[in-house]
Protein backbone atom coordinates (compact mmCIF):
# COMPACT_ATOMS: atom_id res chain seq x y z
CA UNK A 1 0.00 0.00 0.00
CA UNK A 2 1.52 3.07 -1.02
CA UNK A 3 1.61 6.18 2.04
CA UNK A 4 0.86 9.64 0.02
CA UNK A 5 2.27 11.44 3.30
CA UNK A 6 3.65 10.88 6.75
CA UNK A 7 2.62 13.52 9.72
CA UNK A 8 5.64 15.55 10.39
CA UNK A 9 6.46 15.86 13.86
CA UNK A 10 6.14 19.04 16.04
CA UNK A 11 8.57 17.89 18.24
CA UNK A 12 11.51 15.44 19.63
CA UNK A 13 9.15 12.10 18.61
CA UNK A 14 8.31 10.07 15.59
CA UNK A 15 4.96 9.76 14.01
CA UNK A 16 4.93 5.76 14.86
CA UNK A 17 6.59 2.94 16.11
CA UNK A 18 6.19 -0.72 15.40
CA UNK A 19 7.25 -3.90 17.77
CA UNK A 20 6.44 -6.97 15.69
CA UNK A 21 2.52 -7.13 14.79
CA UNK A 22 2.14 -4.31 16.70
CA UNK A 23 2.12 -0.36 15.62
CA UNK A 24 1.91 2.49 17.98
CA UNK A 25 0.94 5.78 16.80
CA UNK A 26 1.40 8.96 18.72
CA UNK A 27 -0.82 11.79 19.51
CA UNK A 28 -2.02 13.49 16.13
CA UNK A 29 -3.63 16.68 15.60
CA UNK A 30 -5.79 17.88 12.58
CA UNK A 31 -2.51 18.98 10.93
CA UNK A 32 -1.79 18.96 7.00
CA UNK A 33 1.68 19.24 6.21
CA UNK A 34 2.63 20.69 9.60
CA UNK A 35 0.36 23.30 9.85
CA UNK A 36 -2.80 23.39 12.14
CA UNK A 37 -5.90 23.79 10.65
CA UNK A 38 -8.62 23.75 13.24
CA UNK A 39 -8.47 24.87 16.59
CA UNK A 40 -10.07 24.02 19.80
CA UNK A 41 -11.58 24.01 22.38
CA UNK A 42 -14.28 22.20 21.85
CA UNK A 43 -17.46 24.20 22.85
CA UNK A 44 -20.40 22.42 24.39
CA UNK A 45 -22.63 24.82 22.54
CA UNK A 46 -21.55 23.52 19.08
CA UNK A 47 -22.61 20.07 17.67
CA UNK A 48 -20.38 17.67 17.51
CA UNK A 49 -20.59 16.81 14.05
CA UNK A 50 -19.23 20.66 13.51
CA UNK A 51 -15.79 18.65 14.41
CA UNK A 52 -15.76 15.89 12.30
CA UNK A 53 -13.34 17.44 9.58
CA UNK A 54 -10.96 17.74 12.40
CA UNK A 55 -11.36 14.52 13.90
CA UNK A 56 -11.20 12.68 10.58
CA UNK A 57 -8.11 14.63 9.47
CA UNK A 58 -6.38 13.62 13.22
CA UNK A 59 -7.36 10.04 12.71
CA UNK A 60 -6.68 10.02 8.65
CA UNK A 61 -2.93 11.10 10.39
CA UNK A 62 -2.76 8.56 12.35
CA UNK A 63 -3.87 5.50 10.15
CA UNK A 64 -1.05 7.50 7.64
CA UNK A 65 1.55 6.94 10.51
CA UNK A 66 0.51 3.58 10.74
CA UNK A 67 0.31 2.62 7.51
CA UNK A 68 4.03 3.92 7.40
CA UNK A 69 5.13 1.29 9.41
CA UNK A 70 3.40 -1.08 6.78
CA UNK A 71 6.41 -3.50 4.83
CA UNK A 72 5.05 -3.99 1.18
CA UNK A 73 2.34 -6.52 1.30
CA UNK A 74 0.98 -5.92 4.60
CA UNK A 75 -2.09 -4.61 5.64
CA UNK A 76 -3.57 -3.22 9.11
CA UNK A 77 -5.62 -5.93 10.63
CA UNK A 78 -7.13 -4.33 13.17
CA UNK A 79 -7.66 -1.16 15.29
CA UNK A 80 -6.87 -2.53 18.92
CA UNK A 81 -6.95 0.75 20.79
CA UNK A 82 -8.22 4.47 19.59
CA UNK A 83 -7.37 7.02 22.53
CA UNK A 84 -9.49 10.34 21.49
CA UNK A 85 -8.70 13.38 23.87
CA UNK A 86 -11.18 16.39 23.73
CA UNK A 87 -9.86 19.74 24.16
CA UNK A 88 -13.00 20.75 26.01
CA UNK A 89 -14.56 23.98 27.26
CA UNK A 90 -16.16 23.52 30.81
CA UNK A 91 -19.56 22.22 30.58
CA UNK A 92 -19.12 20.16 27.67
CA UNK A 93 -20.04 16.27 28.18
CA UNK A 94 -20.39 14.69 24.77
CA UNK A 95 -17.01 13.38 24.54
CA UNK A 96 -18.05 9.90 23.47
CA UNK A 97 -19.74 11.81 20.40
CA UNK A 98 -16.60 13.38 19.35
CA UNK A 99 -14.91 10.04 19.61
CA UNK A 100 -17.65 8.15 17.45
CA UNK A 101 -16.69 10.43 14.76
CA UNK A 102 -12.99 9.10 15.01
CA UNK A 103 -14.66 5.23 15.34
CA UNK A 104 -16.76 6.08 12.06
CA UNK A 105 -13.55 6.77 9.98
CA UNK A 106 -11.99 4.03 11.47
CA UNK A 107 -14.78 1.99 10.01
CA UNK A 108 -15.10 3.50 6.94
CA UNK A 109 -11.87 2.92 6.14
CA UNK A 110 -10.97 -0.56 7.63
CA UNK A 111 -14.53 -2.04 7.93
CA UNK A 112 -14.92 -3.90 11.49
CA UNK A 113 -11.70 -4.22 12.12
CA UNK A 114 -11.14 -0.75 12.50
CA UNK A 115 -13.56 -0.72 15.75
CA UNK A 116 -11.82 -1.73 18.64
CA UNK A 117 -11.45 -0.23 22.37
CA UNK A 118 -11.65 3.08 23.09
CA UNK A 119 -11.25 6.23 25.13
CA UNK A 120 -12.71 9.87 24.88
CA UNK A 121 -10.56 11.76 27.57
CA UNK A 122 -11.27 15.31 27.88
CA UNK A 123 -8.68 18.04 28.33
CA UNK A 124 -8.11 21.79 29.22
CA UNK A 125 -5.58 21.82 26.02
CA UNK A 126 -3.58 20.03 23.76
CA UNK A 127 -0.84 21.14 21.37
CA UNK A 128 -1.03 24.46 19.06
CA UNK A 129 -4.86 24.99 20.52
CA UNK A 130 -5.97 21.77 18.87
CA UNK A 131 -9.70 20.82 19.24
CA UNK A 132 -8.65 17.22 19.51
CA UNK A 133 -5.82 14.62 19.25
CA UNK A 134 -6.03 10.70 17.99
CA UNK A 135 -4.00 8.18 19.29
CA UNK A 136 -4.02 4.54 17.73
CA UNK A 137 -2.53 1.13 18.89
CA UNK A 138 -2.44 -1.76 15.47
CA UNK A 139 -2.03 -4.71 14.62
CA UNK A 140 -0.27 -6.11 11.26
Request: aromatic letters at 4%.
Amino acid sequence: MSVPFQPIPQGDYVPARRHGALIFTSGMTPRRDGVLLHHGPVRSDTPADAYGDAVRLACGNALAAARGMLAPGESLAAILSLTVYVAAEPGFAAHSRIADLASAHLRAELGEAGIGCRAAVGVASLPGNAPVEIQLVAAV
